[in-house]
């Protein structure tokens, strides 16, 4: 085989391996999104779903104050830490309903 037939040969397998693993990825998100689209029947899921809220705005509340100056930083977490306590108080409300 000559050195050109094996490149080529060497780089569309490649490029199909590359392929498949970037519809796998794709296919979860799909998934993930399907499973997304099921709306929260029970207490359980309610709550499980707000407490995954509220952790993320958490996340999201600390990364916008990380970009703050130091001055206000500080503010902002405690103001970011409030938010995070009021939302878990209500995702715990759920369970008590």
């Keep these: 085989m000559s050195i050109k037939l094996t490149h080529v ?3 569309s397998l490649l490029t199909v391996a590359a392929s498949a693993a970037l519809a796998q990825p ?12 099921v709306a929260d029947v029970t207490p359980r899921q309610l709550y499980t779903t ?10 999201l509340y600390l990364a916008e104050c990380a970009t703050m100056a130091a001055a206000e930083r500080a503010s902002c977490r405690n103001e970011a830490r409030a938010v995070y306590n009021r939302e878990m108080a209500a995702a715990r409300a759920i369970l008590r309903k």
Excluded at 26 to 37: H, S, Y
Excluded at 50 to 59: H, L, Q, S, T, V
């Design 9 to 11: 040969l060497v780089s």
């Design 50 to 59: 707000a407490i995954k809220e509220a952790n993320g705005g958490y996340k």
């Design 26 to 37: 794709v296919a979860m998100e799909e998934r993930l999104l399907a499973r997304g689209a």
